[in-house]
């Protein structure tokens, strides 16, 4: 099973932008889908993005279509997510999770068995 670690949150001004990193141990990196998931205090986990094992596909959520990119670069075990033009909406805990033999099927976090520990994200008006 996968370890993941993200790193890249902060606190930045409404519109402002922040890159997150999910970095994975493990040579199998490339047979896992990637997605990304926040959860803000009182609210359930929900999914942000997802990027497929090769990196040809993504999805998004409506809330960040166009304000986020999800990417990924095999050779170091790397999955990314770019954040702009961030909202007051947005500021939560970004998890990354690891989906083994599937390309982000049933995107929802029972679906995703390897998880980090996650990585705030804060966002001032």
């Known amino acids: 099973q996968l370890q993941l670690v993200e790193s890249g949150g902060g606190s930045v001004q409404s519109g402002g932008s922040l890159r997150l990193s999910c970095a994975a141990s493990?040579?199998?990196?490339?047979?896992?889908?990637v997605g990304w998931f926040r959860q803000a205090p009182g609210s359930e986990r929900e999914g942000v993005s997802c990027?497929?094992?090769?990196?040809?596909?993504?999805r998004y959520a409506d809330s960040v279509k166009g304000r986020f990119t999800i990417s990924r670069d095999n050779a170091k075990n790397t999955v990314y997510l770019q954040m702009n033009s961030l909202k007051p909406e947005d500021p939560a805990v970004y998890f990354c999770?690891?989906?083994?033999?599937?390309?982000?099927?049933?995107?929802?976090?029972?679906?995703?068995?390897?998880w980090g520990q996650g990585t705030q994200v804060t966002v001032s008006s």
């Open positions: 493990g040579w199998t990196f490339p047979a896992y889908a």
């Open positions: 990027i497929s094992r090769s990196g040809g596909s993504t």
């Open positions: 999770a690891a989906q083994w033999n599937h390309d982000c099927s049933g995107w929802t976090p029972s679906n995703f068995g390897s």
